[in-house]
């Protein structure tokens, strides 16, 4: 008796839907990364009175020594946060292209895309995750600088064994390849060629030295003083864009979250120059009041209803989002109801579109308007989400003369021709061109949800293009099929990014749903790894942390 009665209490705080296990749950505050070094700095500065603010400072940083594919200094991102007393706020610390870029600058001879803008010295965007961190933490920080980087620099100085699955990407085929071409890449991340073990310890020094700059004179040495000078030469040296005064005038940008409903839940999202949170609301509304979720979860009919809304957004993304501070991006009108309500009508529910037939929508109205994330929320109930990147696993594969840190190919976000696909198979259109100073068009969504103006889910993925929908299939699983976070991490995710006109699905799905979706006309294509999520969820007075189980992640609470 009393065991059936722990058992029904159990369950009930799991929640309503499918469980089938739990998440890590704490009391007041949780930290989940892609990365266990990480996540114990961060609940350590939480324990020691700092905010969420400063724990993502410190995350950044550890991660920028302990998870090189994508954790960085040399990159960019997007930091979201929701603040206890109510406000948000979204900083774009996103890379931006060099004064000399230009718009055909990618092109060969021949007039096609070279590999330039994902590989090598020119491939970089400014990066922007230093002045990215300096500004939230001089905005919204409570703890000294020092303090945030000291265990990052202790790290690269004193080393960390290498886990598992990082010496397994630094041993594969196409990190290892692109690597070695590169002398300093070689030395630091591949051992000259003799690879890591797992466990063996991984110590980098220049990195550390950098870092202690950092730590002591702020992002200014970065941008202006020593570093920026060593990677502006190095840069340079080898026929890369970046100048000092590229770096010297970057600026990261906060900008207002955009903010949609769902069923009652407010949904804080990326603004452009994200593409997400367009296509997380956009998406969201094609869903509601469709009742594609009444064949339940897992359905043909349910996943051919959520690839079709995806198509859909894909096809707009691919016309019409660009940086807004260079293109004028329609947000309202791709949010517009009665566009989306054409959309919706436009979905055969038991035929796929083929994409060649799909345009981008016509809107109403154009009126004016390998990353990582992590999210934290600390014991007074501020939340971060923070999605950050070198754009390909381990950025452009080069690691600057001298300073330790690899250096991004986030060039490659842009439309190097546009209508012709990218790294990520994306056709994009005029608005995402290359332009001097422009930002390229990302898909990082870092969002937070509330309900009933509560803080109730923080959520982010790394992913290219696969991220809008990761994001957007976590929220589903929770919000309309009640799973706790840990299962709505779990379950299987499928994406459709309209072209190539392909349904990739993960292995979990049921085959027979699989040959149901190819029998209404999809190109079912089955991979075995979609997105690396890290997210919390309040639930019934607990903070429940899901760092995805594709990756080594920890979620930690106190
Ligand atoms: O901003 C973007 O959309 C891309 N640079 C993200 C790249 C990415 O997620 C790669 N990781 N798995």
Same mark, same amino acid.
């Given at each position: 008796?009393?065991?059936?009665?722990?058992?029904?209490?159990?369950?009930?705080?799991?929640?309503?839907?499918?469980?089938?296990?739990?998440?890590?749950?704490?009391?007041?505050?949780?930290?989940?990364?892609?990365?266990?070094?990480?996540?114990?700095?961060?609940?350590?500065?939480?324990?020691?009175?700092?905010?969420?603010?400063?724990?993502?400072?410190?995350?950044?940083?550890?991660?920028?020594?302990?998870?090189?594919?994508?954790?960085?200094?040399?990159?960019?991102?997007?930091?979201?946060?929701?603040?206890?007393?109510?406000?948000?706020?979204?900083?774009?610390?996103?890379?931006?292209?060099?004064?000399?870029?230009?718009?055909?600058?990618?092109?060969?001879?021949?007039?096609?895309?070279?590999?330039?803008?994902?590989?090598?010295?020119?491939?970089?965007?400014?990066?922007?995750?230093?002045?990215?961190?300096?500004?939230?933490?001089?905005?919204?920080?409570?703890?000294?600088?020092?303090?945030?980087?000291?265990?990052?620099?202790?790290?690269?100085?004193?080393?960390?064994?290498?886990?598992?699955?990082?010496?397994?990407?630094?041993?594969?085929?196409?990190?290892?390849?692109?690597?070695?071409?590169?002398?300093?890449?070689?030395?630091?991340?591949?051992?000259?060629?003799?690879?890591?073990?797992?466990?063996?310890?991984?110590?980098?020094?220049?990195?550390?030295?950098?870092?202690? =700059?950092?730590?002591?004179? %702020?992002?200014? *040495? !970065? @941008?202006?003083?020593?570093? /920026?000078? $060593? #990677?502006?030469?190095?840069?340079?040296?080898?026929?890369?864009?970046?100048?000092?005064?590229?770096?010297?005038?970057?600026?990261?940008?906060?900008?207002?979250?955009?903010?949609?409903?769902?069923?009652?839940?407010?949904?804080?999202?990326?603004?452009?120059?994200?593409?997400?949170?367009?296509?997380?609301?956009?998406?969201?509304?094609?869903?509601?009041?469709?009742?594609?979720?009444?064949?339940?979860?897992?359905?043909?009919?349910?996943?051919?209803?959520?690839?079709?809304?995806?198509?859909?957004?894909?096809?707009? =993304?691919?016309?019409?989002? %660009?940086?807004? *501070? !260079? @293109?004028?991006?329609?947000? /309202?009108? $791709? #949010?517009?109801?009665?566009?989306?309500?054409?959309?919706?009508?436009?979905?055969?529910?038991?035929?796929?579109?083929?994409?060649?037939?799909?345009?981008?929508?016509?809107?109403?109205?154009?009126?004016?308007?390998?990353?990582?994330?992590?999210?934290?929320?600390?014991?007074?109930?501020?939340?971060?989400?923070?999605?950050?990147?070198?754009?390909?696993?381990?950025?452009?594969?080069?690691?600057?003369?001298?300073?330790?840190?690899?250096?991004?190919?986030?060039?490659?976000?842009?439309?190097?021709?546009?209508?012709?696909?990218?790294?990520?198979?994306?056709?994009?259109?005029?608005?995402?061109?290359?332009?001097?100073?422009?930002?390229?068009?990302?898909?990082?969504?870092?969002?937070?949800?509330?309900?009933?103006?509560?803080?109730?889910?923080?959520?982010?993925?790394?992913?290219?293009?696969?991220?809008?929908?990761?994001?957007?299939?976590?929220?589903?699983?929770?919000?309309?099929?009640?799973?706790?976070?840990?299962?709505?991490?779990?379950?299987?995710?499928?994406?459709?990014?309209?072209?190539?006109?392909?349904?990739?699905?993960?292995?979990?799905?049921?085959?027979?749903?699989?040959?149901?979706?190819?029998?209404?006309?999809?190109?079912?294509?089955?991979?075995?790894?979609?997105?690396?999520?890290?997210?919390?969820?309040?639930?019934?007075?607990?903070?429940?942390?899901?760092?995805?189980?594709?990756?080594?992640?920890?979620?930690?609470?106190?």
């Amino acid at each position: 008796m009393q065991r059936i009665a722990l058992v029904a209490a159990f369950v009930a705080t799991a929640g309503a839907g499918l469980c089938t296990r739990q998440p890590v749950r704490s009391r007041h505050a949780m930290v989940a990364t892609r990365e266990a070094h990480a996540t114990d700095i961060g609940l350590a500065v939480l324990e020691s009175g700092g905010n969420a603010i400063d724990a993502a400072v410190a995350v950044a940083f550890a991660l920028a020594v302990t998870h090189p594919a994508a954790g960085n200094i040399g990159g960019g991102g997007f930091l979201l946060a929701r603040f206890a007393d109510g406000r948000s706020t979204f900083i774009d610390f996103r890379e931006r292209a060099p004064a000399a870029a230009s718009r055909n600058m990618y092109l060969g001879p021949d007039g096609k895309p070279t590999s330039d803008s994902v590989e090598g010295y020119r491939a970089s965007g400014v990066p922007g995750t230093v002045r990215g961190l300096e500004l939230a933490h001089e905005k919204y920080g409570r703890k000294s600088w020092a303090d945030l980087l000291d265990p990052a620099v202790r790290l690269a100085a004193d080393g960390f064994p290498v886990s598992y699955g990082l010496a397994h990407s630094l041993r594969s085929q196409s990190t290892s390849a692109r690597l070695a071409r590169f002398a300093e890449s070689k030395r630091i991340f591949l051992k000259d060629g003799k690879f890591y073990d797992a466990g063996e310890p991984l110590v980098q020094p220049e990195l550390a030295r950098t870092l202690e =700059r950092i730590r002591d004179r %702020g992002a200014k *040495d !970065f @941008y202006e003083g020593e570093t /920026a000078k $060593l #990677l502006a030469a190095d840069l340079q040296a080898h026929g890369g864009l970046i100048t000092l005064d590229d770096l010297k005038n970057y600026r990261a940008i906060e900008r207002t979250p955009l903010t949609g409903s769902y069923r009652g839940y407010t949904v804080i999202t990326a603004p452009p120059p994200s593409s997400g949170g367009v296509g997380i609301l956009q998406m969201l509304g094609v869903l509601e009041g469709s009742g594609y979720e009444k064949s339940g979860f897992g359905s043909a009919d349910e996943l051919h209803f959520l690839a079709e809304t995806m198509r859909r957004y894909f096809a707009d =993304r691919s016309e019409y989002m %660009g940086d807004p *501070d !260079f @293109y004028h991006v329609p947000v /309202a009108g $791709l #949010l517009n109801p009665h566009y989306i309500e054409e959309r919706r009508r436009s979905i055969d529910r038991e035929h796929a579109t083929s994409s060649a037939t799909l345009r981008p929508g016509k809107l109403e109205t154009f009126e004016s308007s390998d990353t990582t994330h992590y999210s934290i929320v600390d014991a007074e109930g501020n939340a971060v989400a923070v999605t950050y990147t070198l754009n390909n696993s381990f950025g452009s594969a080069v690691t600057a003369a001298k300073l330790g840190f690899l250096l991004n190919d986030e060039m490659d976000d842009f439309a190097a021709k546009p209508g012709e696909p990218n790294l990520f198979g994306l056709i994009q259109g005029e608005a995402n061109a290359i332009q001097p100073r422009k930002t390229p068009l990302s898909s990082m969504t870092p969002t937070i949800v509330l309900r009933d103006g509560k803080l109730y889910l923080v959520v982010g993925s790394p992913g290219g293009p696969t991220i809008i929908n990761t994001v957007f299939e976590v929220l589903v699983n929770v919000i309309d099929f009640g799973m706790n976070i840990a299962d709505a991490v779990d379950a299987p995710r499928l994406h459709h990014q309209w072209m190539p006109d392909v349904l990739r699905m993960e292995r979990g799905f049921s085959p027979d749903t699989v040959a149901l979706l190819k029998a209404r006309g999809h190109a079912v294509e089955l991979e075995d790894h979609q997105g690396e999520v890290a997210a919390i969820r309040v639930q019934d007075g607990w903070l429940e942390g899901d760092a995805d189980p594709r990756t080594e992640g920890t979620a930690r609470g106190y």
